[in-house]
């Protein structure tokens, strides 16, 4: 009963580093998706996939990159981190009419 | 600006008050949606609305959708301490379908004292 687990729950980088956040469902459900979740600013797209081989972006992109090879895989990576992506990350699933399943978040700190 | 304006973002009551959560905009929504989530995990779906002027309940919490689908409430009556947690509105952007793409409100921070 995973639905949906996101790995590490928590990472320390370096300005510069470069780091991949997992992301993996196990519900068989089209739609991926990543936010970013900051005090005051609710949740933000990051970047969403309607389906194993497309992806596309959402409000807050830049400094990420997404690919979606399988359909329960959506990893987030962060190519040159900054301290402005100091924040905590969710990765949620969905199906159909708007309803979203999310994981227990990924707390990122850069230094 | 926002495209959901959530209010009050802070509330802190004593158990057993009521208390309403208002979500707002100028847009219209096909639907909305109210998550909440608790410290150190991920948002969970409390509801969906559809229909303008819609009423759900769920135990204590009753949801409305506005007339004209731009905005809704929550309100609790009876609060517990079960009941802190971060309230969050959502709405999709693409029609009745979200693709995963939903766009949230600041959030409302309840605390509920014993």
């Given at each position: 009963?995973?639905?949906?687990t996101?790995?590490?729950?928590?990472?320390v980088?370096?300005?510069?580093?470069?780091?991949?956040?997992?992301?993996?469902?196990?519900?068989?459900?089209?739609?991926?998706?990543?936010?970013?979740?900051?005090?005051?600013?609710?949740?933000r797209?990051i970047?969403?996939s309607?389906?194993?081989?497309?992806?596309?972006?959402?409000?807050?992109?830049?400094?990420?990159?997404?690919?979606?090879?399988?359909?329960?895989?959506?990893p987030?990576?962060?190519?040159?981190?900054?301290?402005s992506?100091?924040?905590?990350?969710f990765?949620?699933?969905?199906q159909?009419?708007?309803?979203?399943?999310?994981?227990?978040?990924?707390?990122?700190?850069?230094? | 600006?926002?495209?959901?304006?959530q209010?009050?973002?802070?509330?802190?009551?004593?158990?057993?008050?009521?208390?309403?959560?208002?979500?707002?905009?100028?847009?219209?929504?096909?639907?909305?949606?109210?998550?909440?989530?608790?410290?150190?995990?991920?948002?969970?779906l409390?509801?969906?609305?559809?229909?303008?002027?819609?009423?759900?309940?769920?135990?204590?919490?009753?949801?409305?959708?506005?007339?004209?689908?731009?905005?809704?409430?929550?309100h609790?009556?009876?609060?517990?301490?079960?009941?802190?947690?971060?309230?969050?509105?959502?709405?999709?952007n693409?029609?009745g379908?979200s693709?995963?793409?939903?766009?949230?409100?600041?959030?409302?921070i309840?605390?509920?004292?014993?």
């Amino acid at each position: 009963n995973a639905g949906v687990t996101q790995t590490p729950k928590f990472q320390v980088l370096k300005t510069g580093q470069s780091m991949t956040l997992q992301c993996a469902q196990d519900m068989n459900h089209e739609y991926m998706s990543w936010y970013r979740q900051d005090p005051g600013m609710g949740l933000r797209l990051i970047h969403y996939s309607v389906g194993a081989g497309i992806t596309d972006q959402g409000e807050v992109p830049n400094g990420y990159n997404v690919s979606r090879s399988t359909t329960e895989d959506f990893p987030l990576r962060l190519l040159s981190a900054a301290p402005s992506q100091t924040s905590v990350y969710f990765c949620a699933s969905g199906q159909g009419a708007g309803e979203l399943f999310f994981g227990e978040g990924s707390r990122l700190t850069v230094l | 600006t926002q495209l959901l304006e959530q209010s009050p973002q802070f509330l802190s009551i004593q158990e057993g008050e009521n208390l309403t959560v208002y979500c707002n905009s100028s847009s219209v929504f096909s639907s909305l949606q109210w998550y909440r989530q608790e410290p150190g995990e991920g948002p969970v779906l409390l509801v969906t609305v559809v229909t303008g002027g819609e009423v759900k309940k769920l135990k204590r919490l009753t949801f409305q959708f506005g007339d004209a689908r731009k905005d809704s409430s929550l309100h609790i009556t009876a609060a517990q301490p079960g009941d802190t947690g971060l309230y969050l509105c959502a709405v999709a952007n693409a029609g009745g379908t979200s693709y995963g793409k939903l766009t949230f409100g600041q959030g409302t921070i309840l605390t509920v004292h014993p």
